[in-house]
């Protein structure tokens, strides 16, 4: 039973392009949670979603937008990107929106 | 808002011995979950250990037992007979159930090292 997966595992891009993450969830699992991990940091969350619909949203820029696909497939985008966007950006899949969130390995962005 | 703390950034343990790792949290919120996650070096956040505010005895799973104290508001992790593999990244998260959503506050964790 494959876990959380994600990809790419490394990017690099500079200031002002846009990126593209994804997250496939864990088999049975139809909710993706998107967090930001800065160097040294605790994660922060950024969106949850469900049913292919934004549900709940942290404290971050519309320059961060996402999407759910109908096998529950996710993507996390960044326009514009900043130096400080720079993170590890994990993944998590729940079987409900309200269930335990298992953890993919995580996409390590760096800006320059 | 929710808001977890913890305060040691570093620990040392000598191998099989037991550890103490220390969290507090502030929410005003009478429903939460309290969670542990191990983050060894390679990223990938690892489940460890979960309590229900309702939940009227502490947590255990293993080697891991949650030490909750609803009144101080603390949620210390403590780990039995230390292991070198234990050696990580440690962080304690609360959940935040607002209508038909679940969000994670995490701390800013404490670096593990289990020493032989």
């Known amino acids: 039973d494959a876990g959380v997966t994600q990809s790419p595992t490394h990017l690099i891009k500079t200031r002002g392009q846009q990126v593209t993450l994804r997250c496939s969830p864990k088999?049975?699992?139809?909710?993706v949670s998107w967090y930001q991990q800065a160097l040294g940091q605790g994660p922060q969350f950024i969106f949850q979603?469900?049913?292919?619909?934004?549900?709940q949203r942290g404290n971050f820029p519309d320059r961060f937008s996402g999407h759910q696909f109908p096998n529950y497939s996710s993507e996390l985008n960044v326009n514009a990107l900043w130096l400080g966007d720079s993170a590890l950006y994990l993944c998590?899949?729940?079987?409900?929106?309200?269930?335990?969130?298992?953890f993919g390995p995580g996409t390590r962005l760096t800006v320059l | 808002a929710q808001k977890i703390t913890q305060t040691q950034p570093g620990m040392f343990v000598q191998e099989k011995e037991a550890v103490t790792l220390d969290c507090t949290y502030d929410t005003s919120d009478p429903s939460y979950g309290l969670f542990w996650y191990k983050q060894p070096s390679s990223g990938e956040m690892i489940f460890l250990i979960y309590q229900g505010s309702y939940d009227q005895q502490n947590a255990t799973e293993g080697r891991y037992s949650l030490n909750f104290q609803k009144a101080r508001k603390s949620a210390n992790l403590v780990i039995s007979a230390s292991q070198l593999g234990d050696s990580a990244m440690y962080f304690c998260?609360?959940?935040?159930?607002?209508?038909?959503?679940?969000?994670?506050?995490f701390g800013s964790g404490t670096q593990l090292t289990v020493l032989p």
């Open positions: 088999s049975g699992h139809d909710t």
């Open positions: 998590a899949s729940s079987r409900t929106s309200l269930d335990e969130q298992f």
């Open positions: 998260a609360m959940s935040s159930d607002s209508g038909s959503a679940r969000q994670l506050t």
């Open positions: 979603y469900y049913e292919e619909e934004e549900r």
